[in-house]
């Protein structure tokens, strides 16, 4: 499995990181090249912008078609993620919304939740993926309940 990651903050260079020890191709992006070299020194390749990342050129829409899938694991709420879902699957792709709990620790030490929805058959291939990721995975069913369950996460937490 091919997975490309953009941005490499506290979360997704822990992400990234932990992907790649177990044996994913993963290739990065990040504003800051510079914060790409440990990643490397792994087995990341690197592209110089995002466009690069997911398939070239202008980006993930650009080249979605039957076949491909598009997870968003950033924080953005379920109005957005079904913008997303609608653009990916109005060209044939798919789109599944992954959005995590947890902070630094749990994303170094493979430890996070992860609330999924959206295509189911792209969640399923994402399992080995989401196994390195995090302690449980859980799908939520349609676009939008992932970015609802984390806020109510989030609320509870008390973040």
Known sequence: MEIGFLGLGIMGKAMSLNLLKHGFKVTVWNRTLSK????????????ETPAQVVFDKYGV?????????YIDMSTVDAETSLKINQATTGKGGRF???LVSGSKKPAEDGQLIILAAGDKSLFDVSIPAFDVLGKKS???GQVGNGAKMKLVVNMVMGR
Not at 61 to 69: A, R, Y
């Open 36 to 47: 790409c070299d440990e990643l490397v020194e792994h087995g990341a390749s690197v592209c």
């Open 61 to 69: 829409l650009e080249e979605i078609c039957e076949g491909k899938g």
């Open 96 to 98: 599944v919304e992954g």
């Open 138 to 140: 859980f799908y939520l």
